[in-house]
Every structure is written in structure tokens, then in C-alpha cells.
């Protein structure tokens, strides 16, 4: 990082890419889980740690460290951050594809087109083993990474969604806070200030996980049954470790999309994408379609931020404090 510059970030398409440490810079890891189709949620991802990094520099008027966002491509560079104590903060996005790379052939429905070689589960799975261990690592999982977080802990398993569901869970629907929920010294909050035990998110899974009463993890949102009378069978969130002596959860993933933000700042970042040429005309004007197509109500709109502050702002932002504080 040029002496000066408090904010970069660089992509690492294959081991070999990684970034040695550097002095007086704080390193934090995304696991780009995508397997190169194009997507907003990275681009959301990277650009909120940022911001958010930038926020907190500025409130210490600038006597942090600099920070460096590194993005692993993990599915199809089988880039894998090499250590989890260098990286006190981790963030899973999304992608497509089955919850098992083994079973991503790219003919079958559930693989999406997508075929893989799933030699990076492995070492994917024992950095998650160590980020469990290292208490000052911090590490959210979305989408993809939480099922994928979800089979290495043993906690649900991936199930196709049946036609009966619906089939795909696509669009802004309900969820179901559970009791631990409730009790929880952070996301009980959560559920106070949302008024009920049922929230509103942004949805884009083809896959159920479905509890296996096995695993550490402690269930915190589930699906809605069909008119959302009681929850369903699906877990929708979960919380694998705590920050010790804190409210604050450490290793945490959701089934939903809290990356994703208000419709403006969507429209900016595909913006960039399609001015970066990073896309294709025919992905940019059906993602830019289905913006124009979002017409939620001023109450779902507020309890989609509300869900986006308290799944992954809020936390994020938090341990960047903590982080800042312990490297003081």
C-alpha cells in the first residue's frame, strides 16, 4: 500500500497472489464465492468494509490503520486466505451453484451451470476450523457461504427447494426470529426494535438448509411457512461463535442478502459495473429491470434496512471498532 493511502483493495485469483502482510495495515478477507458470473453483492461487500473503515478512521481522526480489502476467488481460483489469525475480519458473499461443489456438473437444475473442481472445500474448511479457534477473528456468511458454513459445521444440509415451495426463493420475503433469538444480548435487539419475531429479506436461494440437530450452532431465523402462521422447516440464520465476554457475534451467516442495501445505491453500483466493463450489456439491463421492477412498500423498505443494519452493518462495524481498538 503506497505510504499515504489508508484504503485499498486488491484481488487475489490464485494462491500464488496472495499479498505478503504490511506494517501499520489491517488486512480483512472477503470469500468471493461467485465463480466468476458477475454479481452485485461483492461489489457491496467490498465497498461497505470500505466505507465503513473510512467512517471509523474519520471518528478517530485518522489514528487507525490503514486497511486493505482482499478478495479471494475461491471457487475458481481456489484462493484461500492462509491464515485466519491475519485477518480479523472475514466476509462470504453469495454465488450460484449447488451447496456441495460435487455436485455442481453444470447440466443438472441445482448446479446452475456451474461446474467445479471442489478440491477447495478442503482447505476452505480447516480456514474455517481456524477462524473458530482464533478469537480476534470475525467471520459473516452469506448466501452461499452460510450453507456452505452450514454443511462444515454439520448444522443443516443443502435440499434442492421443492415445486412445492415454489421452487427458487427470489424477491423480499418473511422470516421467522427464533426464541434464542429472543434471548440473545445482541440480536435480541434486533427483535425488539423490529417490534415481532418476523422480519423482512431479501431472498435469492435455490437451496433449503435444513437442521440436522447435529453441529455447535445456535438457530436464529427460520423460513415462513406458506401465509408465515409458523415457521418453516428451512434455517435462515445462525450463530457459530461469540466474541468472548461481549454481546457482539463473532461467526455468524444468514440465507439472505443484508449486503445488498437500498435500491439507489444498487442502481450506482451497476452503474460502475457496466461503465468498468465488468458485465455484459444483457446482465446490466436485466439487473437495472429488476431495480426498476422493486416496488416495496415504505414498511418493507424499513424493515429490509432495518435487517441490513442489524445482520451486517451494525456487527461489521462494530468489530472494525474493536479491531482498531486492539491494534491502538
Known sequence: MPEGLSLAYVRVATPAEEPPPEPGVVDFAVLDMHHGYANLGHASIVESLLNYAHDERVRRNGSAPGVRVLSYDVRAGHAIPSSAARFPLVVGTGGPGALDPRDNDGVSAGSQGVREDPAWEAPLFRFFDAAVREEGTALLGICHSFGVLSRWSGAARSELRPERKGGK????????????????????????????????????????????????????????????????????????????????????????????????????????????????????????????????????????????????????????????????
Open 169 to 328: 426463493s427470489a424477491g423480499i420475503v418473511t422470516n421467522v426470529l427464533t426464541d434464542e433469538t429472543w434471548g440473545h444480548p445482541f440480536f435480541g435487539d434486533y427483535l425488539a426494535e423490529n417490534g415481532g419475531r418476523q422480519v423482512k429479506v431479501l431472498d435469492s436461494r435455490l437451496y433449503d438448509l435444513l437442521p440436522t440437530g447435529n453441529g455447535f450452532a445456535r438457530p436464529l431465523a427460520f423460513e415462513c411457512e406458506p401465509g408465515c402462521t409458523r415457521p418453516g422447516e428451512a434455517v435462515t440464520m445462525l450463530e457459530f461463535a461469540r466474541v468472548r465476554g461481549s454481546a457482539l457475534p463473532r461467526v455468524w451467516g444468514v440465507n439472505h442478502h443484508p449486503e445488498i442495501g437500498d435500491v439507489g445505491l444498487q442502481r450506482e453500483r451497476l452503474q460502475r459495473l457496466w461503465e468498468n466493463g465488468g458485465v455484459t450489456e444483457a446482465w446490466f439491463k436485466e439487473r437495472l429491470r429488476a431495480l426498476d421492477a422493486w416496488n416495496a412498500s415504505a414498511a418493507t423498505e424499513h424493515g429490509l434496512q432495518k435487517t441490513t443494519a442489524w445482520t451486517f452493518e451494525r456487527p461489521l462495524r462494530l468489530h472494525i471498532a474493536r479491531i482498531f481498538d486492539e491494534r491502538r
